[in-house]
């Protein structure tokens, strides 16, 4: 157990540096200049190479990036280049939102995707199943910007239920976090479908059934039980969906995240702010995929970790 | 025995009739009936066996008494099934008919390995069919639980309580099947091929441990099986089934010894039986197809930080053994002893170390690209024939595919190789356009067949290639390979837990046990005169076909179980072999 968890610990640390050696050589890249950007337009090209040099933005790239890298060892993100400010201040005033927008997110998709999968598969063939199934491939299929919209214009326009955009209250927090919720929703829908449709078909259900046990009882204790394990590695993967739709949603709904933070660092190529966030959401994603492991053996006794 | 005991007894009680039972399952041709008109009634305290081939009623039969037919494919078109006290279970509502299973029949099944819910402990499965039932309180659950463990003999009961499935043998989850259909004590047991899935030694336990607690509390068995011998050793009446339809019903003993139809007696006829083949002409042992020497195949299992080969499973060590051109040679032992292995070694399946020479030519230590041509000489016939053809590709491709990739012929060369193929296996040659699921057991084995002679091969390795067909057919398989050796001059290794088919099939015997050979000798010599305690144990396990013979106990196993698995550097202790006749060969006792 011990041993698979530094093993584990030791690959995510692996493979938050590759992402951070892309995510840098990618930003160098950019046919942008981001000390012009903080210059202005009418900033003389002396102005201009002082600040480059200020920020060490004229040193060769691997300087740049070692440079990068000890102050990550030591909790540096950098400075952003605009605001003037720690970016780790910024990314840690922002993470609340995110996290409550991520956990609401999660509990709506799992609550609508694995009821609507289950409530599917029971109904196999029926037309409630045909009706689900076309809803959840349309929430797949749709783009979480055009979703958001149309939420807004109906529930927050139309209807005036929920506030138009912010922060602050519950009200606040549906409409983004059904929008991000219901893409998850087809997608755990679906899994959950065709995994109770397998585990329906098991021998073990048929014994079930032998015992002379209710529907109700071989449903929860025998069925949903086993049709669940293939959806927990299913939400480690599901975060890292998450996380590219939140610089999204964000923006639609207004909402003082992470995401909406990244949104503004880019158009202004901020480059140190989207340095942050890019590392921040990868270890949510490696973090979430390492739990989702770690939670599988509590679930299925015939996982072991090695 | 009980045949005896029942005569004697008062006037037999029903306490289950069935009458006039027909079943229908829905398929894209319409429906289709898969039981026909049957009838029958079930005598307190007897075992009444359904027996026949795949395809004959016999499970279905068992479902529709239960109610689990699977929905809504297959429903029950006719007839009634009446409990003695009156209550019809044909159309019985789901309500009703959960107050019958498990407190008046229970039933158990073919696959232990899947019919226990692997997330939940050995103890919650079985406390809970009896809070259902209400047949004691949630506090005895647990007390109530181990005591049924303890009743179906399974070691360290306690321990199971707390276990998941995947933790315990094939022949202890079956154990616990037992114990999860006895727990309400029902009237009826209905066992649906209950040791099919398991070695021939755990079946004979399993069996033994049946006929102990009917015994004990006058249950009344219906068992539902292929098996003959088993059929032989457990019932007191036989119902014959084929298509749905009943063939023949009669008392064990009077069906085994004068059966009345013909279909009864071709299915007695095609059993196979120890000691009853006839001779084999001596094989020219001149050079040998197959030479093996000092095989071993080792797979590594990790752990620890880096992940490094902590341990090895020894699945074989140190094997040898020749084949010469003509001659089959039998390699038996339990599930997990390593005879598979030592077939997918020789054909480089699996890594493995030693000497493996094929007509001659040494595989060790060639590329993938030297060995190929060697490859040819040497195919394999797999159990599953469903599953080890392509579902979507037709036969007569499949057939011509280790032509094509070989590139030994094209065009219309290959059109008439396969054709030739086809009518050698015994399938017209128009049928190659089909696909597997249209053909039956036998004849995708056939195909198989056919593919691996494709090659014109020296050696093939049938892995258990007869187990999963019907014995009519079985027979006639076997009756191909004869052949098809005969005239090619094939070398055989052929692995089978099945003892009866290898007294048939074999020149030489090779019994192995924890990845090595314990005994190795003729047929005879190994089969008529065994010698080890392990190739004697195994001997009488076999369920003889015959309800007159009553097979002695099955021998205890001398010593403990043992594990193929070392720790890194740590070897397997081999065991000396010692010649105690021409070619007879035994393990040390001591080991």
Same mark, same amino acid.
């Given at each position: ?35 012009? &950007? ?25 300087? &740049? ?29 922002? $993470? ?36 689900? $199934? ?57 899994? $959950? ?40 590695? $299913? ?72 | ?401 280790? =032509? ?9 060369? =290959? ?98 046990? =924890? ?52 720790? =890194? ?23």
């Amino acid at each position: 157990m011990w041993a698979y968890l530094i093993r584990r610990i030791g690959e995510s640390l692996l493979i938050l540096l590759g992402i951070s050696l892309v995510t840098f050589v990618l930003l160098y890249l950019v046919p942008a200049d981001p000390a012009r &950007q903080i210059a202005g337009r009418s900033a003389t090209a002396e102005t201009v190479a002082n600040i480059r040099a200020q920020l060490g933005l004229d040193q060769p790239f691997h300087i &740049q990036y070692i440079r990068y890298l000890g102050n990550l060892l030591h909790g540096d993100l950098g400075r952003s280049y605009l605001q003037r400010t720690e970016v780790a201040e910024l990314i840690e005033a922002r $993470m609340p939102a995110t996290l409550l927008l991520m956990l609401a997110a999660i509990v709506v998709e799992l609550i609508l995707g694995l009821t609507i999968g289950a409530v599917a598969a029971l109904k196999r063939n029926s037309a409630l199943d045909q009706t689900l $199934m076309v809803f959840s491939f349309v929430t797949i299929s749709a783009p979480q910007f055009v979703v958001g919209i149309l939420l807004l214009y109906v529930f927050a326009v139309q209807l005036q239920w929920f506030p138009i955009g912010g922060y602050g209250t519950f009200a606040h927090l549906v409409l983004p976090a059904v929008t991000i919720g219901l893409l998850g929703t087809g997608w755990y829908s679906r899994m $959950m479908r065709s995994s109770m449709i397998d585990v329906l078909a098991q021998d073990y259900v048929r014994t079930a059934r032998a015992k002379g046990l209710g529907r109700l009882r071989i449903i929860l204790r025998h069925v949903a039980p086993n049709a669940i394990l293939p959806i927990i590695a $299913m939400i480690g993967i599901d975060i890292g969906l998450f996380m590219s739709g939140i610089v999204v949603v964000e923006s639609v709904f207004g909402w003082p995240g992470i995401g909406q933070l990244a949104w503004q660092a880019i158009q202004r190529i901020d480059i140190p702010i989207i340095m942050g966030v890019t590392l921040v959401s990868a270890c949510f994603i490696v973090l979430g995929n390492l739990i989702a492991d770690l939670v599988a053996p509590l679930v299925d006794p015939r996982i072991k970790l090695k | 025995m009980t045949a005896e005991e029942n005569s004697g007894r008062a006037a037999p009680r029903p306490v289950l009739t069935v009458s006039g039972l027909s079943v229908q399952v829905a398929t894209p041709e319409g429906a289709k009936t898969v039981v026909e008109d049957l009838s029958f009634t079930l005598n307190h305290g007897e075992t009444l066996c359904l027996a026949g081939e795949s395809g004959s009623g016999k499970s279905m039969t068992a479902l529709a008494i239960m109610g689990l037919l699977p929905y809504p494919m297959a429903r029950i078109s006719a007839g009634s099934i009446r409990l003695a006290d009156g209550t019809e279970l044909a159309g019985a509502s789901e309500r009703a008919l959960r107050k019958v299973r498990a407190m008046r029949i229970s039933m158990i099944f073919q696959e232990p390995m899947t019919s226990l819910n692997p997330v939940m402990t050995i103890g919650r499965q079985l406390s809970e069919v009896l809070l259902e039932h209400k047949v004691c309180t949630r506090a005895e659950a647990p007390g109530r639980a181990l005591e049924l463990l303890r009743d179906v003999q399974i070691t360290e009961a306690e321990k199971r309580l707390g276990q998941y499935p995947h933790e315990l043998s094939g022949g202890m989850r079956q154990r616990v099947m037992i114990a999860i259909a006895l727990a309400c004590s029902p009237e009826i047991l209905i066992a649906d091929e209950p040791t099919t899935a398991l070695d021939v030694t755990v079946q004979a336990e399993v069996l033994e441990l049946i006929r102990a607690l009917q015994r004990e509390h006058g249950t009344t068995v219906l068992m539902i099986t292929h098996d003959m011998g088993v059929v032989a050793e457990m019932a007191d009446r036989v119902i014959v089934l084929r298509n749905g339809r009943q063939e023949e019903a009669a008392p064990v003993r009077t069906l085994f010894a004068a059966p009345e139809t013909p279909y009864a007696r071709e299915l007695l006829d095609a059993v196979p039986r120890i000691g009853e083949a006839p001779a084999r002409p001596a094989p020219d042992r001149v050079r040998h197809t197959v030479d093996v020497e000092d095989l071993s195949v080792r797979f590594p299992m990790r752990g620890g930080i880096l992940n490094r080969v902590t341990a090895q499973l020894h699945a074989v060590e140190g094997v040898d053994f020749r084949i010469a051109p003509g001659e089959t040679l039998a390699l038996v032992g339990e599930s997990g002893c390593g005879k598979s292995t030592i077939g997918k070694a020789l054909l480089s399946l699996v890594p493995w170390q030693g000497s493996i020479r094929i007509d001659g030519q040494q595989m060790a230590g060639l590329s993938p690209r030297a060995l190929k041509p060697i490859r040819r000489n040497v195919q394999m016939v797999f159990q599953d024939p469903g599953a080890s053809l392509d579902a979507r590709m037709t036969v007569g491709k499949q057939v011509a595919e280790p =032509l094509v990739v070989h590139g030994l012929a094209s065009g219309s060369e =290959l059109q008439d190789r396969v054709e030739w193929l086809f009518r050698r296996v015994g399938l017209p040659p128009d049928h190659m356009d089909r696909f597997p699921h249209e053909f039956s057991g036998g004849q995708r084995q056939r195909i198989c067949i056919a593919r691996a002679l494709a090659l014109r091969p020296k050696a093939i390795v049938a892995d258990e290639s007869v187990s999963a067909l019907d014995v009519s057919v079985q027979a006639r398989v076997l009756d191909l390979l004869r052949e098809l050796q005969e005239e090619e001059g094939l070398a055989y290794l052929f692995i089978s837990h099945d003892m009866a088919v290898i007294d048939q099939v074999a020149d030489r015997v090779a019994v192995m046990n =924890l990845g090595q050979i314990v005994e190795t000798g003729s047929r005879d010599q190994v089969l008529r005169d065994p010698q080890h305690s392990y190739t004697r144990r195994l001997l009488s396990a076999v369920p003889i076909p015959d309800p007159t013979h009553l097979r002695p106990p099955v021998l205890p196993r001398e010593g403990p179980v043992g594990s193929p698995v070392r720790p =890194l550097g740590e070897d397997v202790t081999r065991f000396a072999m010692q010649e105690i006749a021409p070619g007879h060969w035994v393990a040390d006792r001591a080991a």
